[in-house]
């Protein structure tokens, strides 16, 4: 069954989950992700949060790619 991304709506056979909110995103949205300039620090935070024990944490926030998370 094809995967249709919530971001770019196109269908695609595989995908990744967001780091910056819980969406699963194809891999051409995964790939313009990673280029975000907050990417490292959605990860970052991401990671604290596990090692705290937040196993349910959803994210900083898409932003889109014009926006910002980290201030």
């Not at 770019?8 to 990744?16: D, Q, T």
């Amino acid at each position: 069954m094809p995967f249709q991304c919530p971001r770019c709506h196109k269908e695609s056979g595989s995908y990744s989950c967001s780091w910056f909110n819980t969406e699963n995103i194809c891999l051409d949205c995964s790939r313009e992700e990673s280029q975000h300039p907050d990417y490292r620090y959605a990860r970052d935070t991401e990671r604290k949060a596990v090692i705290e024990g937040d196993l349910n944490f959803p994210g900083v926030g898409w932003p889109g790619m014009d926006g910002r998370v980290e201030q």
